[in-house]
């Protein structure tokens, strides 16, 4: 157990449709990143941030938005979904920036009909 | 960002110690080398980094050439517990701008009983 939490851990849901996942750090960590995982392009960085502010942006679609809270959790949402946006997304944290050791979620697995 | 390379699959009696390779010929100075794996269904998890000299810790050996263009991980005694995909990953200190990942496509090892 990494100590991070991601909820839900399946979603399945139509074309178009807008959802939002939700990722829990471990205690006391400041940095939390998402990545996509599907099987065409592997695991992909998607966003950054730090302490409440973004940090980095990957190959995030401009569909798809994140934001980090005061209590440090955040949530990625998803919009106007597409068939090829089913992936597994995983969270991860950190304990700041420089070189940590990132701890990863379980993952939700985002089914789109 | 710099680039590795890693073969695509490799086997493994369990036991018997684990050489993974990976090359970075382009890596620059300030990269550090990353190694993560994921095992089946499970986000990935960290292993072991270092800059310049060997490292050891509890789940691995991490051996880096002098020239700093290839590693090597070591599991000393593999075991079925093992099999997954390894990504070796040069991360670059952006002097505390990002720690994003970029992951490539890994190596798959397989652990026989």
């Known amino acids: 157990d990494s100590g991070v939490t991601q909820t839900p851990k399946h979603l399945i849901t139509a074309t178009g449709q807008r959802v939002t996942l939700r990722c829990s750090p471990r205690?006391?960590?400041?940095?939390v990143y998402w990545y996509q995982q599907s099987l065409d392009q592997g695991l992909q960085f998607l966003i950054q941030?730090?302490?409440?502010?973004?940090?980095a942006k990957g190959n995030i679609l401009e569909r798809f938005s994140a934001q980090q809270f005061p209590d440090l959790h955040s949530e990625l949402n998803l919009s106007s979904l597409e068939l090829g946006d089913s992936a597994l997304y995983f969270c991860?944290?950190?304990?700041?920036?420089?070189?940590?050791?990132?701890?990863f979620g379980p993952g939700t697995r985002l089914t789109v009909t | 960002d710099a680039k590795t390379t890693q073969p695509n699959s490799m086997e493994s009696n369990e036991e018997e110690p684990v050489h993974l390779p990976c090359n970075h010929s382009?890596?620059?100075?300030?990269?550090?080398i990353h190694w993560y794996r994921q095992l089946p269904s499970q986000g990935p998890e960290y292993v072991i980094h270092?800059?310049?000299s060997n490292v050891n810790n509890r789940m691995a050996s991490l051996a880096i050439a002098e020239d700093r263009k290839s590693s090597t991980l070591i599991l000393h005694r593999a075991t079925l517990r093992d099999a997954a995909v390894y990504y070796c990953?040069?991360?670059?200190?952006?002097?505390?701008?990002?720690?994003?990942?970029?992951f490539g496509t890994g190596t798959l090892l397989a652990v026989q009983p």
């Open positions: 991860a944290s950190s304990a700041g920036l420089g070189v940590y050791e990132q701890y």
């Open positions: 205690s006391g960590d400041l940095s």
């Open positions: 941030y730090y302490n409440g502010e973004e940090r």
């Open positions: 382009t890596i620059s100075g300030t990269d550090y």
């Open positions: 270092g800059l310049t």
């Open positions: 990953i040069l991360f670059l200190d952006y002097g505390g701008a990002t720690n994003k990942l970029i």
